[in-house]
């Protein structure tokens, strides 16, 4: 009895708050204690909310033509944003004040990172890759010979950074004196995602296919098949599966015992168009998806080919969190509403 | 999908849905052609359309920053399925964000950097499913500066592939030169490009609506838009008519672009327009014989078919006897003033008394040019289907833009087609109705074979 009830409590999701942006949801990023979260609109404002309440804390500027990108510094009291103006921001995590911007060396900043310590913050703007300190300081620069950089990524609890673009992904210390590492791919890598055990690096690809390199080989393995291009990746806490869009279907890739070359991934089946946001929990089973079709949908993978639980968004899912607790997911559309569900 | 891997050529009743997709148009040209002159001028007139512009660099627009923006032209290669193609990574990125945004544009204007290939931008509304599906790729536009073209043409590959790529033409600075070399100007860009719609402008000074929202891959609107493309070719570029008294001439030619060049001199009623008309289409099949040739000091015939001048680079001379006196027509394949050419008689350099231009056949430039076929019929759809695919499977690198209209076989409506190097794509468009059912295609590249196109469709004939 007990059992069943603790089941059907994790399968369904409750609306706690809605709160609205002046656009097109583009970023979403929830303060490292759960207390508070950020949301940047397409066309630029960045709107700092109170994760309990729904309530606006502080409305920012943000960028000129667009923010692209967020991120929180992991002590929570700095947010960090880039833009279309080819400027990072540094913003006041409570107050939303303008601290700081800094200059990232290109026409748009595609990514900004910050190491797992809080000692390192990496931006990427056109073909530019600059590290800096908590305050502005530079740490290295670095211009990527091939490409514009389309993501970054931190192996996690280390100090190597993974950056993307067209002709592969490059591996480098910032600040360290070894030369950068390039596991090349003759093709263009839009995003970038390392398994929380650093053994693999996921790349989601414009000509629609799924790459896993192996970090510490530089092989990779290529994954065929995709309706479009790749831009939903999404590990779960254990590095076994990693998630994946690209077309109508969920696909799950097991990259337990001899990875996931020759498997049959699975395939999950709810959206009616492309998916176009992944996240997994950060450390429980579940994995929330969302559509084109403006449904977000609750998976269990390892249990279930079926949805635990489906909710209606008033448009495209555009973005998803997890709560650093787990307990809910945050959504934007591209109505440019956020919505806080809690898991029931 | 405005670009499927198979033409669709079965008859679809139901009437297309309506496009609201953002047009974009790419602005290509020089440095100091007048491209920022035409940005400038599209961002602060009051034309009531909302039009972001993307950037390459930012230059001196000072106005709406709002709707500028800057990109980085990253082009890359994308493997799409079986063919491989070049796509603008930055655009994908820009526009994809762009177009999420709430407030809607009439319409987007790339400017690409001087020596940029247009190629790659085209391509990228293809090949990306996010950019089909909320833009449409409305025309290529070059600028071109009347007064440094030749400069341009002569050294910079680019510049005549932005030429040949382009819808539209803006030929730009019209005042640096004079109005005889405006129209020698017009018939280079045409042997460059055949198909494109040319426009005289000062300080890039145009109505909005020659350059924006004209349908240059629109595939019902493509051919429409220009006249010219309907016109037929000829296998020669000029005939300059003259009267001459009996006895010795020579023809005096200097060095020109070209190392031979084909001509034939024939009888006329008169030294006007009419009485070359008149005689037309047999200079034409005249034209089409084979050629003598011939070498500086070797005597031409008047009225025996066409000689092909082996050109040299010192003055070259071709004597020739009139018997009787009378009206001759002079055809040439290129213009006369490209060769310095003179009809020189005992008494002295004699004048033309008129000189008529035809839109040429033959490609002006050995390197980029257009090859325009036109024939009535009725074509197989199937062969006509895999020779295309063929064609631009193996010669898309070369071939920039392709354009048709074809009456199939059974199919009572036109069937359009149009590509961009190997992507390529067609529909049905209106019935033919009383309009006689013929053919016409261009195909714009390098090194284009005009007898192995021309021959490959011919045989596509049902």
Known sequence: ?344 | MSIPAVPRIAYEPEPPPVDDRVPVTVLTGFLGSGKTTLVNRILTEQHGKRIAVIENEFGEVGVDQELVIGAEEEIFEMNNGCICCTVRGDLIRILGNLMKRRDRFDAILIETTGLADPGPVAQTFFVDDEMQARLRLDAIVTVVDAGHIDQHLGVQREAKEQIAFADVILLNKTDLVDESRLTALEGQIRGLNSAARIHRTQNASIDLDHILDVGGFDLSRALEVDPAFMEPEYPFEVVSTYELPMGHHEMVLQPGPDPTMNVLIGALAAPDRASVEERLMERVLAFSDEAFWVGSGDAITPGRGVHRLALTDTPMRFPFVVEPAGSFGLYTEHRPEEYGLEIVGSDGVIPATESITYTPAHVHDREIGSVGIAIPGDIDGARFQEWIRVLLRERGTDIFRSKGIIAIKGEPRRWVFQGVHMLWGGTADRPWGTEPRRNSLVFIGRNLDREALTSGFKACLA
């Open chain 1, 1 to 344: 009895m007990t059992q069943t009830l603790r089941a059907r409590r994790a399968t369904t999701l409750r609306e706690t708050w809605v709160a609205q942006l002046p656009d097109h949801v583009e970023a979403v990023a929830i303060s490292p204690d759960g207390s508070r979260l950020a949301a940047a609109a397409v066309s630029g404002p960045i709107h700092l909310f109170d994760a309990g309440t729904g309530e606006r804390i502080a409305e920012m500027a943000g960028h000129t033509m667009g923010t692209t990108t967020l991120a929180w510094r992991p002590d929570g009291r700095i947010l960090t944003s880039g833009g279309q103006d080819g400027t990072v921001r540094q913003w006041d995590g409570v107050s939303g004040a303008a601290v700081a911007a800094l200059e990232a060396g290109g026409p748009w900043v595609a990514a900004v990172a910050w190491s797992g310590d809080g000692k390192v913050l990496a931006t990427a703007a056109g073909r530019e890759l600059r590290t800096w300190t908590p305050e502005g300081g530079s740490v290295a620069e670095w211009t990527s010979p091939a490409s514009s950089i389309s993501d970054l990524g931190w192996k996690p609890g280390s100090g190597i950074l993974a950056a993307s673009g067209y002709g592969g992904i490059t591996l480098m210390r910032p600040g360290g004196d070894k030369s950068p590492r390039v596991f090349e791919w003759k093709g263009s890598v839009l995003v970038l995602a390392w398994s929380p055990d650093g053994r693999f690096i996921a790349t989601g690809d414009q000509d629609s296919t799924v790459h896993f390199w192996y970090a510490q080989r530089g092989t990779d393995l290529q994954m065929w098949g995709y309706e479009t291009k790749v831009r939903e990746l999404s590990w779960d806490p254990t590095s076994r599966y990693l998630a994946t869009g690209g077309g109508q279907e969920v696909v799950v890739w097991d990259c337990s015992g001899k990875g996931p070359k020759d498997s049959t991934p699975r395939m999950l089946k709810a959206h009616e168009s492309f998916v176009s946001a992944l996240a997994w929990q950060h450390s429980g089973p579940m994995l929330t998806s969302g559509g084109y079709d403006g449904l977000l949908v609750l998976w269990s993978p390892s249990r279930s080919r079926k949805p635990a639980s489906q909710v209606e968004l008033d448009g495209v899912a555009a973005c998803l969190a997890w709560s650093p607790d787990d307990r809910w997911v945050l959504a934007g559309t591209s109505m440019g509403t956020i919505l806080r569900l809690d898991l029931a």
